[in-house]
């Protein structure tokens, strides 16, 4: 069964520091979704591309955070330096956009930030 | 901006019991998506619901949307321990953009 991959599963950094997240989708989905999840919330979306292209990144901070989907398929989803605010779980999904718009979801990476 | 509520946020319920989770949003859309989380996992989807007067089964569990009342309600019947876990309902503004979620209903079944 297609499943959306993430890695690492689990990060522990200290603050200022680099971390990057890798997303690869379900094979042939075209739209890819960084979600941000705050313990005790609901996921809020970071950032959206469809193929290649960012279609919405207005919740990302810019300032510290970065994304990129080169080819079109798998993406990586960076942060420098890391705050404590943060730590939370990240997690990557996928769809392919029509009149049914549900996500499948990776596993995610939990990242603690000390 | 779009909201979606959710209620109530915490509920301990007994095995064999009935209970009724409700999801309240802020846009016209008439999409609507129920995901289960357990506790450190990702999300598992389990039901989407197209239309007005949309009705999905899965075992003890059933999802009703009523666009017209912004309203969307997931039905436990008869409830047992397998069925605790986080349940959050998810609305998007329209095909292609990202989900918006409630804050979860974090669900508990006691003996």
């Known amino acids: 069964e297609a499943e959306v991959a993430q890695s690492p599963r689990y990060k522990i950094t200290e603050k200022s520091q680099a971390v990057a997240f890798w997303c690869d989708p379900i094979?042939?989905?075209?739209?890819l979704y960084w979600y941000r999840q705050i313990l005790g919330q609901g996921p809020e979306l970071l950032v959206q591309f469809q193929d290649e292209s960012v279609v919405d990144d207005s919740q990302l901070p810019k300032d510290r955070f970065s994304a990129e989907r080169l080819k079109g398929v798998d993406s990586t989803l960076k942060i420098q330096p890391a705050e404590l605010g943060d730590s939370a779980m990240y997690l990557c999904?996928?769809?392919?956009?029509?009149?049914?718009?549900?996500?499948?979801f990776g596993p995610g990476t939990r990242l603690t930030v000390l | 901006e779009l909201k979606v509520e959710q209620n109530p946020l915490f509920l301990s319920m007994q095995e064999g019991k009935n209970y009724t989770i409700y999801c309240n949003y802020s846009t016209t859309s008439d999409r609507l998506y129920w995901y289960r989380q357990d506790p450190g996992k990702s999300l598992e989807s389990l039901f989407v619901l197209l239309s007005n007067g949309a009705v999905k089964q899965e075992g003890r569990l059933m999802a009703s949307l009523d666009t017209k009342a912004r309203l969307s309600t997931l039905h436990i019947t008869a409830a047992v321990h397998d069925l605790s876990a986080t349940y959050f309902c998810a609305v998007d503004m329209d095909s292609g953009y990202a989900l918006n979620f409630g804050k979860g209903t974090s669900l508990l079944v006691t003996p």
């Open positions: 094979s042939g989905h075209a739209t």
């Open positions: 999904a996928s769809n392919t956009p029509g009149r049914n718009n549900e996500q499948f």
